[in-house]
């Protein structure tokens, strides 16, 4: 494995500013890290390499002549297949949009690329994002890096797999009710989702707009911070977008890494915790606990008892969306059609495209938003949860008063085995439980690795945060980060043993 494949997205971009390696060597040590190992993981749904490689070669002729470029200029970098991205096949992990080439790129692909960031290619994901263990692709499953036969989380097991591997130092991944920290926590990369608003959604294929949020993925904090300041920023042309300035995130990730939290009030979730999470990620949760006070933090506990409700919640508000959202795909304007030999109608056409083109968990949650939707349902059902989410925003707001910042574990459990939920929904939307409280309130949540459970997996350790506030994500997940890495001797993801067998 080249050397320049493991080290961080930053070491990285200092490297190429001080010309000491050139973005076409660092994009084909990628690509040539790809082709030895993707064939066992599975990140990847479809690699640019010519198009990376042309953007690197650009990026080389441009610093050489002098012009002052974006510090992550030359760096690549893999998109998750939910984003549009023009020119490039953009499924969703769908076969429904099979083939589909894009007329246009998202708003972060255009700031990727406007920055000189090689794009990679696409990486596989859970179909429309509806999924905690990206086994419910279309185009097969992503293996975890740690153990070839466990999933790498959902939806954006890809995304994660693929920087937790070592063949992309940055992500982009969507997280709607956990899907890029979950799958961190059980890859032992970082994953961060912003506050609702702070990254534009033009160009994301939508699961459910309320909750959806683009963010980045990668292996450190501080890779994190760069990748949210550049993707980041207000887009007129998404009308959820926040106007206003970012936070000074980097800053507060440089900060953070001096491992110094005096008069930091870390707020621990009781209910996120105890019955149903593996000891190993209690442990690991309590150790990184015991770190922050160290550093001066005051670990204080807080009550949201609303959060027990968040997961029935959102598998109403959720499904109801998506059966909205997923309307447009009919057979009659984009993607699959499928028509019938007899009587070929429109409205036979729309049946058959859409019962040979989603899979079953898409088909599920169709079915059970349109009934929550429907007419004598939708009190009792969409109404109900919509009143469980407020009262929910209200338990993060008294929350934030108590303390600056809340925690909790990321997941209940370490990665399970391939197929070892697959015949069992609720199991499976279970292990979101943690992470979905903050995407009904729209609250930013960044997760990081805190070592490895009893069975030698990675555990994450999630960090929450008032809206707009995200640079406190930044500071105390850096602070715990250098605190962790000074124990384990540098990054968890060296001691991952796969990686090497996988090459």
């Known amino acids: 494995m080249s050397d320049l494949t493991r080290i961080s997205a930053a070491a990285l971009a200092e490297k190429l500013t001080a010309k000491e390696v050139s973005s076409v060597e660092a994009t084909q040590a990628h690509l040539d890290r790809i082709a030895d190992v993707d064939g066992a993981i599975?990140?990847?749904?479809?690699?640019?390499?010519?198009?990376?490689?042309?953007?690197?070669?650009?990026?080389?002729a441009r610093r050489a002549a002098g012009e002052s470029l974006h510090a992550l200029a030359g760096v690549p970098i893999a998109v998750k297949d939910v984003v549009v991205t023009k020119g490039l096949e953009t499924t969703a992990g769908s076969r429904i949009l099979e083939g589909w080439i894009p007329p246009y790129d998202a708003t972060l692909v255009e700031r990727i690329k406007a920055a000189g960031l090689p794009i990679l290619g696409k990486t596989n994901m859970d179909e429309f994002a509806m999924g905690s263990?990206?086994?419910?692709?279309a185009y097969g499953n992503t293996h975890?890096?740690?153990?070839?036969?466990?999933?790498?989380?959902?939806?954006?097991?890809?995304?994660?797999?693929?920087?937790a591997a070592y063949e992309a130092p940055l992500a982009i991944g969507t997280d709607t009710g956990g899907s890029i920290r979950q799958p961190a926590a059980v890859t032992g990369t970082v994953g961060v989702k912003p506050t609702y608003g702070g990254v534009s959604r033009y160009g994301l294929?939508?699961?459910a707009s309320s909750l959806d949020q683009a963010g980045p993925v990668t292996r450190t904090v501080l890779d994190s911070a760069l990748l949210h300041e550049l993707i980041g920023g207000h887009d007129p042309r998404d009308s959820t977008s926040i106007d206003e300035p970012l936070p000074a995130l980097v800053a507060a990730a440089q900060q953070g890494a001096k491992a110094d939290l005096t008069g930091v009030r870390v707020g621990v979730i009781r209910e996120l915790q105890g019955e149903g999470y593996q000891p190993g990620v209690l442990a690991r949760f309590e150790e990184s606990l015991e770190l922050l006070r160290g550093a001066g933090a005051q670990i204080v506990e807080v009550s949201c008892p609303h959060f027990t409700y968040a997961l029935a919640a959102y598998y109403l508000i959720l499904p109801a969306e998506a059966s909205s959202n997923l309307a447009k795909f009919d057979g009659m304007r984009f993607g699959l059609r499928v028509v019938p030999e007899d009587n070929p109608t429109a409205e036979r056409v729309m049946s058959a495209t859409r019962g040979q083109g989603f899979g079953d968990e898409v088909k599920r949650r169709i079915i059970l938003g349109t009934y929550a939707l429907s007419a004598g349902y939708y009190d009792a059902y969409y109404g109900s949860a919509q009143k469980v989410r407020t009262l929910i925003q209200r338990d993060f707001t008294a929350a934030?008063?108590?303390?600056?910042?809340?925690?909790?574990?990321?997941?209940?459990?370490?990665?399970f085995k391939l197929g070892e939920k697959l015949d069992d929904p609720l199991a499976m939307y279970l292990n979101d439980v943690a992470t979905i409280p903050a995407n009904l309130a729209g609250v930013p949540g960044l997760s990081l690795p805190s070592g490895l459970?009893?069975?030698?997996?990675p555990v994450g350790f999630q960090v929450l945060a008032p809206a707009k506030a995200d640079d406190r994500l930044y500071r105390v997940g850096a602070a715990l980060e250098a605190l962790l890495e000074n124990e384990w001797g540098g990054p968890l993801l060296l001691k991952a043993p796969e990686l090497e067998v996988a090459r």
Do not use: C, K, M
């Open 144 to 163: 975890n890096p740690w153990d070839l036969d466990r999933i790498p989380g959902g939806s954006g097991g890809g995304s994660a797999a693929a920087v």
């Open 205 to 207: 294929i939508a699961l």
């Open 453 to 457: 459970s009893d069975d030698g997996l």
């Open 42 to 60: 599975h990140a990847f749904l479809q690699v640019s390499g010519d198009a990376a490689l042309a953007t690197a070669a650009d990026v080389d």
């Open 133 to 137: 263990s990206t086994e419910h692709s």
């Open 400 to 415: 934030f008063e108590a303390a600056d910042v809340l925690v909790s574990p990321t997941a209940p459990t370490t990665a």
